[in-house]
């Protein structure tokens, strides 16, 4: 079974800092994509960032980077200099079954210290 | 910009009532989906829709089911309501690649 592992369910940092969020995930895909979605208080799902496993290259958007190590089956979001906005849940992504439908972690709330 | 809206941000209903989530989205995507949000649990998948009238289960579809008669509505129905339903339901489309585009949800209560 296709399965996505957050291993942190809480993270903390100070604002203008790094964080990095940690996901794991298993398929039997050879092609995919990578997902990272954010979930602020107003409960809308946004796409912060994808990535495709045939790329080597690491996803980067402004603030938000990835670390795939597609061996490792392993998908780390670092966010730089962090922002009060950042604080939100975040939800790592993985294409399973039929119709793209997506598996999803169980969550890594981060907070954002003022 | 994709937009996809759910009818309703709260709903309170009563044990065994017939309950209708209502979503539409306005990009002519063929697949649509339901998500069911619990705190601990992530987002697990209730059905979803690859075109008008079809439909597959996802992986909690006990309890549930649901209707696309047109291509831009997906809706969930909950047959008879029960506590155990009491939770965000997240409605999703996509074109033929990924991403899935999400809508603001319904936090659903059944009393």
């Known amino acids: 079974a296709q399965t996505v592992t957050q291993s942190q369910p809480e993270m903390s940092v100070q604002e203008a800092e790094t964080v990095t969020l940690s996901c794991t995930y298993d398929t039997s895909e050879s092609d995919y994509y990578l997902f990272w979605y954010k979930q602020p208080p107003s409960r809308q799902m946004i796409l912060v960032i994808r990535q495709e496993a045939y790329k080597q290259q690491n996803a980067t958007e402004n603030r938000f980077s990835v670390n795939f190590q597609k061996a490792a089956k392993s998908f780390s979001l670092k966010i730089s200099d962090s922002q009060l906005g950042d604080a939100a849940m975040y939800f790592c992504?993985?294409?399973?079954?039929?119709?793209?439908?997506?598996?999803f972690g169980k969550g890594t709330k981060l907070s954002v210290k003022p | 910009d994709v937009k996809v809206t759910q009818s309703s941000r709260y709903l309170v209903k009563r044990t065994g009532e017939k309950v209708f989530l209502e979503c539409v989205q306005d990009m002519d995507h063929e697949n649509m989906f339901w998500y069911r949000q619990d705190p601990g649990l992530g987002l697990r998948l209730i059905y979803f829709?690859?075109?008008?009238?079809?439909?597959e289960k996802g992986d909690i579809p006990e309890g549930y089911s649901v209707s696309r008669e047109k291509k831009e509505r997906f809706s969930l129905i909950l047959e008879s309501a029960s506590t155990n339903q009491t939770s965000m339901y997240l409605c999703?489309?996509?074109?033929?690649?990924?991403?899935?585009?999400f809508g603001n949800g319904t936090r659903l209560t059944v009393t």
């Open positions: 829709s690859y075109d008008v009238k079809m439909k």
């Open positions: 999703a489309s996509r074109a033929p690649f990924p991403p899935l585009h």
């Open positions: 992504a993985n294409p399973g079954g039929s119709q793209g439908n997506l598996i």
